[in-house]
């Protein structure tokens, strides 16, 4: 069991992130085909498979996914229960490999959860009313609101949240015809409506925004 998502997390390392099968589209291998490869394919070139071994933070991010796998025995989740279960024995059924090794994408995306509100604590309010800023932010929200109908025209609405790299929360309730999608890092640039608290975060409501996609960083 350890082994397996030893190995599960290397080959996620390696590739910058988990590919479940309904992505093969993308002409990348699966992980759970990866890790099949590694235990099952006698074909499988001994150089990658001592890349795998090599990896030093696998065991460490193994024993993690486990943990939080185990965690979610007897979740009124079927699929958190599932992984549960498998991570629970010592070893697993090939037929269920590619159900226990999706559990290190559900660990990957609590994490990156639990370290946004973190993140989120330290928000502070932007700019004063009716200043017009700019910042480089993260889409981290994106909730379809009430449609407005004026007339015989129907304006779709959506509350976007961004957070920039120190924390600090935006929000940006738009009725543009497009809005970037949860994940994506942009250039934000807008005019300071309020300033508002959600639940303990500071957040700056932001309008008339302009969104960019924001451009790679020269190495």
Not at 8 to 35: C, H, L
């Amino acid at each position: 069991m350890t082994e397996v998502l030893r190995v599960t997390a290397a080959i996620v390392k390696t590739e910058g992130r988990f590919y479940s099968r309904s992505e093969q589209w993308k002409n990348t291998m699966p992980t759970a085909d990866g890790v099949e490869a590694y235990f099952f394919d006698r074909k499988a070139p001994q150089e990658w498979k001592d890349g795998i071994d090599a990896n030093p933070d696998a065991p460490t991010t193994a024993a993690a996914v486990r943990a939080w796998a185990v965690q979610g025995y007897g979740s009124l989740s079927d699929y958190r229960h599932k992984v549960g279960q498998l991570a629970k024995g010592e070893t697993v059924d090939p037929r269920h490999l590619p159900t226990l090794v999706s559990a290190i994408a559900g660990w990957y995306r609590d994490q990156e959860k639990e370290a946004a509100e973190r993140a989120t604590q330290n928000s502070k309010p932007q700019g004063t009313v009716g200043e017009r800023i700019t910042t480089t932010a993260t889409v981290t929200t994106v909730i379809e609101l009430e449609d407005r109908t004026y007339g015989y025209h129907t304006q779709r609405r959506r509350l976007v949240k961004f957070q920039d790299p120190s924390g600090n929360v935006f929000v940006w309730f738009s009725s543009a015809g497009t809005v970037p999608d949860q994940g994506d890092e942009v250039e934000l640039t807008g005019t300071v409506k309020d300033h508002s608290i959600y639940g303990e975060t500071a957040q700056t409501v932001l309008t008339r925004c302009r969104v960019a996609a924001r451009e790679p960083v020269a190495a």
